[in-house]
């Protein structure tokens, strides 16, 4: 069964650093881009950072950029999202999900089998 399974979410205080994984099954992952995306209440889904399968080349946001990164291990089959100097609004549900060939990189109609989520919270 091809399945994501996020995880390392948690609360953290303004201006820490939390570690999100993306653990890949029945798949071998690098063979696709991966991308993280995030959800606040009330707010459409927006694309966070985009790591492709070829080159590894890496897409931020412009609201992480220099603060967030991602990387991948493909012997673990897992993606990682490195969040550092988090704000009260990077609060969300961080979710991460398989970017289809020449997709869009921050189109969430690009992406396909989204894991279930892992809960961010920043707050003091």
């Known amino acids: 069964q091809v399945q994501l399974v996020e995880s390392g979410g948690g609360l953290v205080q303004p201006g820490g650093s939390l570690r999100l994984s993306c653990a890949a099954s029945?798949?071998?992952?690098?063979?696709?881009?991966i991308g993280w995306f995030r959800q606040a209440p009330g707010k459409e889904r927006e694309g966070v950072s985009c790591?492709?399968?070829?080159?590894?080349?890496?897409y931020y946001a412009d609201s992480v950029k220099g603060r967030f990164t991602i990387s991948r291990d493909n012997a673990k089959n897992t993606v990682y999202l490195q969040m550092n100097s988090l704000k009260a609004e990077d609060t969300a549900v961080y979710y991460c999900?398989?970017?289809?060939?020449?997709?869009?990189?921050?189109?969430?109609?690009?992406?396909?089998?989204w894991g279930q989520g892992t809960q961010v919270a920043v707050s003091s």
């Open positions: 790591i492709s399968s070829s080159d590894g080349s890496t």
């Open positions: 999900a398989v970017r289809y060939p020449s997709g869009s990189v921050f189109r969430t109609g690009s992406y396909s089998h």
């Open positions: 029945g798949f071998t992952l690098d063979y696709y881009a």
